[in-house]
Structures are given as C-alpha cells and as structure tokens.
C-alpha cells in the first residue's frame, strides 16, 4: 500500500501543478475557480487510484507478487 502512496502522491501534485498551468496559459478567467476544480478532481483521481490498488478495496484485483 505505501509503495502505491509513494506513486500516487507525486503524481497528482505534478499532474495538479501541470493543470494549472495549463490553465493560466489558455487564459481562463477565475482563478480560484480552476485551481480549487483541478485540485479536487486530481484528489478524487487519486482516491479512485488508491482504492483499485489496495486489495482490501477490490478483492477482485489481481497483483503479481
């Protein structure tokens, strides 16, 4: 579980870091208003992530020892 954490966790604050850029340079007006969106969605991709990836969660899912 820790080893998905140390994948996940930079990650989304690369990916986050990324976004907003992103949207600055395309000019989007609100800035408050993109940042808080793309932090949340990033947070929620990386829940969904951690949960597929913890076997507890998805007993289903098979991981190669």
């Known amino acids: 579980m820790s080893r998905l954490l140390w994948l996940v966790l930079p990650s989304q604050l690369l990916l986050t870091i990324g976004l907003v850029l992103l949207a600055q340079y395309t000019?989007?007006?609100n800035p408050a208003g993109y940042v808080l969106g793309i932090t949340v969605l990033v947070s929620f991709g990386g829940a969904i992530?951690?949960?597929l990836g913890h076997r507890a969660a998805?007993?289903?899912f098979k991981r190669d020892a």
Do not use: D
């Open 27 to 29: 000019g989007l007006l």
């Open 49 to 51: 992530a951690v949960a």
């Open 58 to 60: 998805n007993p289903s």
